[in-house]
């Protein structure tokens, strides 16, 4: 199915793509809507863009990309954070190359254009070739609009966006839960690491919220740990592993409920022997109930929270995904540790982290599978939709009116293309 979409366009010609039970198979491989997606949604809303502890002191920054272009996060002297398009106000040259790193401000190699972090121009050289009301003023970096969350940092191209605190809306309660798996710590990045699949970027949304395939597509690493791991994430039949969609978008998939509020803590739950090594160590100089406390948080928070479009906070880590093309997208998937806490913890939560995520690990490598197989076959039969309809049958409502249903049911991909559909009929 391909349509001829102007992506400034005010017609409805997106309303057909997306219904409540199944979405057009275009979706993943119509360039036309892609391109579409990028200015509808990508440049419109908010994007996840860094974590604080990323940019922790003054002159911090980092690189990322919201759709495709290139922007700079920074921490300047002030504490502010800023989001700035790596685009040099001169001939064009990007201002940074660096990843990530420490500086007093950015100078475009090219003529040495130098900006501040805040991103005014500071510097012209040889500037009696200019005018003299050229005003330095008149030509800093652009600058997003930029508002943090609980240590999670959004920016827009949007200068009209609404304010972050409503678009999270529910999600905030969830955000706060996740980060409690710092155990009394704040929670810090511990390094990334990055791949992409052939696949269109919707898949990966898809994927955090689904727990249908994970029995089926992590057999292997089902089979690779301890029992009480295995158990631990057997929630098939568990009536309490529910998905609320929580509006714009967001939801969240409880795949263990004991561990929704980690500080809530009935004293029922057994330690993992896996872990005795790290209780033997820390009860060295900690009281009991904060070693169990830590120990409780090693494999994270109890839920994948899926943040519209594009990051997952997920169980004890983050996923974020850059749509590349239609057919190929890039994943990051960032580690979680206490910043501050117990080198052998944030140790053995990289090793956990390594074993799931890790490009040998026994999670990831099968969930890429998966979604490459997904865009191949997608292919096939054009016109035939692809299916979101599970668990219609028993969704039902919340005590906080969130559409709710168990956590292998597609509740939380209908929430998904719900704002999508939205943001794609928009008339901006």
Partial sequence: MTTSLDPTATDTRFADLADDDRVAGSLYTDPEIFEAELEKIFYRTWVWVAHESEIPEAGSFKQATIGRQPVIVNRDRKGNFNVLLNRCRHR?????EVPKGKANGFTCPYHSWSYALDGRLRGIPYPDGYDEDLDKKDLPLQSLRVESYAGMIFASFNPDVEPLDEFLGDAK?????????????????????C??????????????TDGYHFPIVHRSWMSSVDAETADMLSFMTDDNAVTHALGNGHSVAIMVPEHVDLDHDDGSEKIQARFDHIVDELSKTMPADQVRRIVRSMHGAGFNLNIFPNVAMSMSFFRVLRPISVDE???RHIALGMDGGPEIVNRERLRIHEHFQGPFGFGSPDDSEAWDRVQRGSRGAPGMPIMVNRGLNREGLDSNGHRTSHVTDETGM???????????????
Avoid at 92 to 96: E, I, K, L, M, R
Avoid at 184 to 189: E, L, N, V
Avoid at 416 to 425: D, L, Q
């Fill in 414 to 428: 209908r929430e998904a293309y719900a704002m999508w559909k939205k943001m794609m009929n928009d008339e901006h």
């Fill in 173 to 193: 309660v969830w955000i706060d839960l996740f980060m409690k798996q710092g155990a009394g710590y704040p929670i810090k990045t511990q390094g990334e690491h």
């Fill in 195 to 208: 791949f992409r699949f052939r696949g269109n970027w919707k898949i990966q949304l898809e994927n955090t």
């Fill in 92 to 96: 064009g040259a990007s201002v940074c």
């Fill in 329 to 331: 997208t890039e994943i």
